[in-house]
């Protein structure tokens, strides 16, 4: 070996050794302007949000602004509050009132159901109690949700387990009595607003346990030593520490459990009676009757309703802990 | 006189740990106590025990002569002061130090009077609006002992409230702690890693290793009468002396202390001493800090600021007066 490439190898790295290659020339540059590589980073998801996303959530509320003659069943272009107007028909509105009473006694439902679900995985489960906690609230999700759906209606359906259950445990007279009820009741849970009610629950729970779990996880456990501490019981730590500091979740839950009751269209058609949801009149509409502008003026319905939540929410302080 | 708190054989067993294990103890009422001792000595587990949050696996605590075992904490007129704090984010200042009136189903004019009066307590009037977010370490500080002392309670628990300050903050909160407990009478139970802190504050010391109680007594006898090698060592880092060193000065096969200050360091050559080396020397502001080495026995000594010191490897004579050497009562 040459005294040269002794040398070579033996002799101290450069202070500042310069940029080796492209590679290292583009990470330095992004190095020196940050801004750049995020600006980089964020141009496809903007770009696909801000166009397919958000042009296409415009061009439905365009359309919710034209009207049809209903003579001749074609699409008048131009701008009119005439369709907004017939959603104040009496049918139309009984179909909104109905989805928007169903999404709150499903999202209120989920919630106390998941409560206790979250509080017992944030604050007590560690290790495999965790995981198991995981893969039980996520399990149901990986399977198809038509699947579900048609188990369930197998399980409500008269000659269900259910039924069957009730049957044994001589309680048969209790489901009768509860299905013999008006609005709620009807032949069987599988075609009654109850059978609905309770797939919508089922289905929707995990997207309420989830962010609730993750928003107790948040609340320092000092904070409930402390407020017992200072004297507070059990329930008055709850109502005010817990409560308010997990709102932020519980309402990240409840978004995700009223909008999806808001526009789904599947579980209503499959199980529970005739009468319509949101979803199912968007599908109707746009399809069978061709009323683009209805429909569209529907699928506004629950964005208006949305927005009017998000905004009482702030006005309640939901935020304030965030 | 009813000890304010008192421990008859209690231990707290975290399975296999003892985190606890069998301590007495009497805390006088009115007294300012500190309980000292290295991180998981035991020290903040008494703490809890007396605050509620942990039950004991063993013994009986009572408080002010009511048995406190199977008592919930917020049935305990007892309040704790955090060692971050815990305040409550989604309250602001007034709300969290009214916080213990309000569970206790009290007016909001009135407890937001008394809020603000506390808040003057501890120099923070005016500050009832803020969020806990908007203050400082010092300033959260004093919230939370204000929100602790509204409710007036019997014994007061401080776990290492001070950890979090920077030194001249925490000097000044020694200080105020201290005439505050003064003042309201209120029996202080203090928990700190600071031996310093301890001494200066308390009126009496507790020292921990282990789960257990080495010593306890006031800050004079603690530091000047250790009764263990561990006490001696970890108050006042004093000098260890080994039993065969210490039969040569007191005649008594012992172990023995000495403070480092009362090692005179002279240099000299003269045989009337012990002869010793220096090893290295600590410039601490006021005094220096010597190590040295006298015949493989490692000592330290402090030295005032001043003192022309000695240079390294450089010859030295220590004397130090007979009865400064303390006998401790740890079998040799």
Redesign the interface.
Known sequence: MSVSTVSQYSAAPAILPAASGMRGVLSDAFWRRPKLLLLLMLLPPVLWLGIIYIGSLFALLLQSFFSIDEFSGLINREFTLKTYGDLFQAANLDIILRTVTMAATVTLASAVIAFPIAYYAARYARGRWKALFYLAVMLPLWSSYLVKIYAWKLILAKEGILTWLFAKLNLLWLLDAWLSLPVVGGNSLSVSFTGTFIVFVYVWLPFMILPMQAALERV?G??I??????????G?TFR??LL??ALPGIVAGSIFTFSLTLGDYIIPQVIGTSRLFIGQAVYTQQGTAGNIPLAAAFAVVPIVIMGLYLWMAKRMGAF??L | MTPAVSFQKVSRHFGAVKAVDTVDLDIAPGEFFAMLGPSGSGKTTCLRLIAGFEQPTAGLIAIFGERAEGVPPYRRNVNTVFQDYALFPHLNILDNVAYGLMVKGIGKAERHKAAEEALSLVRLPGYGERRPSQLSGGQRQRVALARALVNRPKVLLLDEPLGALDLKLRENMQDELKSLQKVLGITFVFVTHDQGEALSMADHVAVFNDGRIMQVGTPRDIYERPRTRFVADFVGSSNVLPPDFVQRYSGQRRWGSLRPEAIRVVKSTRDDGLSARLVSANYLGATTRLALDADGLRLHAVVPAGTSLPEEGEALVLTFNRDQLHLMDEPA
């Not at chain 1, 030593?225 to 059990?234: C, F, I, K, V």
């Open positions: 320092p000092n904070l030593e402390a407020s017992a501490d200072l004297g507070a019981s059990p008055q005010n520490v308010p500091l304030d802990a």
